[in-house]
């Protein structure tokens, strides 16, 4: 079975396989699974076997378009596709937002040949919590049905684990593309702020969101990356800086990797967490990373930074709607925006003085480390029970207190996650690889290396109950 974008390409051009065998497996998968775990809010089997079909005949005819040539790829529905409507899974969005046009990272994954099997399911405007009351589904995860894929990037995460695609792309402004590649066993890339253009997704935080992939591998986001990274007028934030992959050869010697324990850990941790933290460090020394155990400058301060901003900010892009159709959206979403309303502008503007603070003392410490390695969160997926129902178990925030993406958001440097072990229940757990501004062929290398002498990106989710050991 082919799991990976770089296989996939290697067996397309040996002949070993077509774009249109891929995308009919991938269709299978979801006519299989989606209806249990809810990954996509609108699929487009008929148009990706076109492009398929296309996509066969270029290579046929000698036209490689690069390594994503072929290959299935979903896309989250908070981002503009032309053959089909963008929902943000809300009821609010107008209908006409982003009708006909392309997202600048659509466009440049349709130029690539990439193969768009549908757009996948979010948490409604990529905030909120799972809600049954509005007529969309409700996303879960492909290990464990009765588990949360994670968010908000939920069907993408999903739809990669059980087989729907080969990569596709999430947004990322707490976590959204880290949280369900973790909680979903995948990999998943958030690049430096600026390196991908935004234009043309529906925003969350002007100044804190990300979009990028999600795959099995390291080396397939890397594939992606080199084709969504670059200059787009359209988004101001958007720098000119293309990516090109470093070479994957596994050797880290002379890697310096910064071990972050503090905040990491607490009690109510998985009781796996530490043996598979340490077990999955103790492999990337062993591929000749020098270990070095560092605290992150200004955790809490920017995880809180992290929560001002967005709540300003998608309260500004929200404020009239929200207003007259207050209703409409669910109540997990309004409660998260309303966080906005509670900050003042003295407060919004502390939050950036004290961001560029944190930026700065991050960037001294990239001088002694090149590559930060720590838990994606403390725990696995959790249970839909336990979330959603009062009295379930696990307050959202005290959820939110395992999860330890927000830091890197608030700072901008690009984050690699990729699953590193299973708790008992055999749900994932994930390692986080972060680097400096602009550094994410070093997170890659780290990433790959470490995949190289695991399989923990390989295991597919196996029937509830039944552990991945």
């Not at 530490?274 to 070095?292: H, I, P």
Request: charged content about 15%.
């Amino acid at each position: 079975m082919i799991q990976t974008v770089t296989d996939a390409a290697a067996a397309l051009r040996a002949g070993a396989t077509t774009s249109v065998a891929l995308t009919e497996a991938a269709i299978a998968a979801a006519d299989h699974r989606d209806a249990e775990i809810g990954t996509y809010l609108h699929r487009l089997d008929d148009y990706a076997l076109e492009r398929a079909a296309a996509a066969d005949a270029e290579l046929a005819r000698g036209v490689d378009r690069g390594p994503l040539h072929g290959i299935p790829f979903g896309v989250k529905d908070i981002i503009a596709m032309a053959e089909g409507p963008t929902t943000a899974q809300s009821l609010v969005l107008d209908p006409a937002w982003g009708a006909g046009r392309d997202a600048p990272v659509v466009a440049r994954l349709k130029a690539a040949g990439a193969v768009i099997t549908g757009k996948t399911s979010t948490m409604e405007f990529a905030c909120g919590m799972p809600d049954d009351t509005k007529p969309f589904p409700v996303p879960r995860n492909p290990w464990n049905p009765d588990t949360w894929p994670g968010g908000s990037s939920s069907g993408t995460g999903s739809g990669v684990a059980a087989g729907m695609f080969l990569a596709g792309l999430g947004t990322d402004t707490a976590g959204s593309i880290r949280i369900p590649a973790a909680f979903c066993g995948v990999s998943g890339l958030m690049p430096t702020f600026g390196r991908v253009p935004k234009s043309g997704c529906v925003p969350l935080g002007y100044s804190l969101d990300h979009i990028g992939p999600l795959a099995r591998s390291a080396q397939d986001c890397a594939a992606v990356l080199e084709v969504l990274a670059g200059l787009d007028a359209s988004d101001p934030d958007c720098v000119d800086a293309p990516f090109t992959a470093p070479a994957f050869d596994g050797d880290l010697t002379g890697l310096r990797i910064g071990v972050v324990r503090e905040g990491h850990f607490p009690d109510h941790a998985d009781p796996a967490l530490v043996s598979t933290f340490d077990a999955a460090v103790a492999v990337l020394a062993e591929q000749g990373a020098t270990l070095v155990e560092v605290t992150l400058p200004y955790r809490t301060e920017m995880i809180t930074a992290d929560l001002v901003t967005m709540g300003c900010e998608a309260l500004a892009y929200h404020r009239n709607d929200l207003g007259g159709r207050w209703d409409d959206y669910y109540a997990a979403t309004r409660a998260m925006l309303v966080t906005g309303a509670m900050a003042s502008g003295a407060d919004y503007v502390q939050a950036q003085r004290v961001r560029r603070v944190a930026q700065d003392a991050l960037a001294r410490l990239f001088e002694t480390v090149d590559v930060i390695a720590a838990p994606t969160a403390a725990v696995g997926a959790p249970t839909f029970a336990s979330i959603t129902t009062p009295g379930g178990g696990v307050d959202v925030a005290d959820l939110f207190s395992l999860i330890f993406t927000p830091y890197w958001d608030s700072v901008g440097n690009p984050v690699l996650a990729v699953p590193m072990g299973f708790t008992a229940d055999g749900m994932p757990l994930s390692l986080q690889l972060a680097g400096p501004a602009f550094g994410e062929a070093a997170i890659l290398r780290a990433g790959d290396a470490f995949q190289q002498s695991t399989d923990w990106h390989l295991r597919v989710p196996r029937p509830a109950g039944v552990a991945a050991a």
